[in-house]
Each structure stands twice: as structure tokens, then as C-alpha cells.
């Protein structure tokens, strides 16, 4: 669906339903300071005016952006002293999350949605707050989900370095740790970013919030897609390991090991190595191994997910997981592993690994 208009939407606001409480436009005559339309909040025999910002879209960016034109708006009302009543702020958009609403909350700024969503806030006399209805306005916009897929490995490349010079550089950066994009989607994931306030767009393109960003790639993360596993045990694994890093070299196949003890304590197990590989059957060329499920010391799942292999680090002659990818699935898995994945937080905050 297309962004709605700012027509459209105050079209749409005789029609919101925000039970108890009615809600109405009322015009007001061209001699007036504070603008040509204010909103009248009314329940039972009460009713309180209120000053409206319009949003096409409220990311956070843009919240940030309302609030600020609504108190310039309120100082001008109140210099002129144009009306008796007391004008309230409130920002109507087409859908606002909970994230949202607590930032007015916190600012004890009203704002209503076309969706059914809403806090409305008047100090010592109104407060009600309605949250969890559907966004009825989805946008259509070409990358709906930049926290997944090849569009997450320009969130994900500001783990490896949090400040570019460019976006060109924030590109080549992609590129140099192994992963396949275009320029056009770097500008559009970025865009995106800034309006989330995760990313500044200055004289240089950097990182805001670490913190939330993390967050966001934990909600939307998913496993690799899995072509196919093998399980198994190695008749000498030590030289097994080296023959699959040696076929993975000449035969130009990407791989990593799993393995979260490298960047966290990990609870003592004796659970077999695990392996990505994009060809198990080339992986394995000449390895002299048995699959099976007894006592296995060597586990191998192919998979062509790009984000398994960005980043990847290559120590002793083997390519090994990328700490936020090794973070991301702990974090999606049982208790004890997001425990290890809790412990590290901080190390990828602060860049440690």
C-alpha cells in the first residue's frame, strides 16, 4: 500500500475509532495563529482541545521531528495567545507501534492512529493509552525487512566497524568480508537506518545504537536454510579437518566451524564439531569418515545462506564463525545458550571480538 497522503489521513480522522473517548476536527477561522484545524477530544461531559503535527510515517526519526515542530507550534500559539483554551500537542500517523507511543508517553505528547492505536495524555485530568492493533497502512516499500537476508549485512557490517567515511565505503566493507550486494541496497537499508536512529547520516555514515540494532537482528533472525547434514565420525580428526580446509581452497567452496567457545564460556560437552559448508560432497572429497549417530565427532550441514559465511574469521588455517552470527544463534536458542549469548552483549557493543 502506498503512503497515505496528508489528505488522506485527515480524511481518515472522523473516522477513528477511540472508544471511550470522541474524537472530532474542528475548523478554525484564517485569523487564528496556531493553524487551520484543531482536534477536539471529548468523553462524557468534558472536552479538551488539541494542537495535531501530521505524519506520513512515524519511524522514530520522524517522531523525533513531530514533536519537535509541535513545540514550535504551542510557543507560537501561546506568544499570540490566540485562543482561550489551552491547546494540547498530538500526532496522528497511519499506524504507531508501542515503541512509539512510549516515546510520546514519555514526553506527554498525545498522538492517535488511523489503526486504533493511541495514548492520549491531558496532566491531572485524562490518560489513556490503547495499544496492540494491526497497522491497517503496511508500506510496500522494496525492503520490508532489512534485518534479514542480504539486506542485514548492512546492519550487520557496523558490528565489524561502527563509522564510514561514505556509503561507498560502508559497500566495500561488505564486500571485503565476503558478502555480495549492490550500492543501491546499501543506500536504501541506510535510509532506513537513519530513520529508526540506529545510523547517522553526517559527514560521516556511523553507528548510534548498537544496543537496539542487536535487539532488532535477534527478533529477526532465522536459521540458516539447511540443504542437507551429515553426521559422523572422523577415523583421525585433527587430519580429517585439515583435508576438508584443503578441499575447501581448491575447490573454492566457502565453510566455517561453529564454535561460541571461542567468544564466550561455553558449559563443558562433548558435542561434535559443526561445520557450514556450501558442498558437503566436495568438503569431504578423500576424508576418511563413517556417518553415523553413535558417539559422531563431526557434524556438517550445507547451506547457501550468505549471512553464515560474512565476517567469517580465519584463524590457524581455518575460517571460523563470526562472533554476531555465533551471538544470533545462541540468542535463538535454548536457556543455557542465551545465557552464553547474554554474556556477549558487551564484547560486540564494545567491539572486542
Known sequence: MRRLTEKQIWDRVR????????????EQKSNKANGDVRLVIGWKNNSEYFLPEILGQATPKQIDLGIFRLEKKSKKADEKKAVSENLFPIIIAPYLNERNLKRLWDAEISGVDLSGNGVVVVPGKLFVYRAGAKNKFPSNAPIKNIFRGTSSLCVRVFFAKPEYENVGEVLDEITARGGKTTL????????????ELLVGKGEKVRLLDGKKMLVFLKENYRRPNERRRLIGKCADLSKALKRMAKNAQSKKILYVRDDPARYAVMPSGASPIKI?????????EGVDYT??????????????????YFDRRKDQDFYWLSPLETYLELANEGKREQETADAMIKGLLDFKY
Open 276 to 284: 557450514y559448508t556450501e558442498s558437503i560432497n566436495d568438503f569431504v
Open 291 to 308: 556417518e553415523t549417530t553413535r558417539f559422531p565427532d563431526i557434524e556438517l550441514i550445507e547451506t547457501d545462506t550468505g549471512s553464515v
Open 184 to 195: 543501491s541496497t546499501v543506500s536504501k537499508v541506510l535510509r532506513t537506518l537513519e530513520e
Open 15 to 26: 473516522t477513528i475509532d477511540f472508544e471511550p473517548l470522541k474524537i472530532s476536527l474542528e
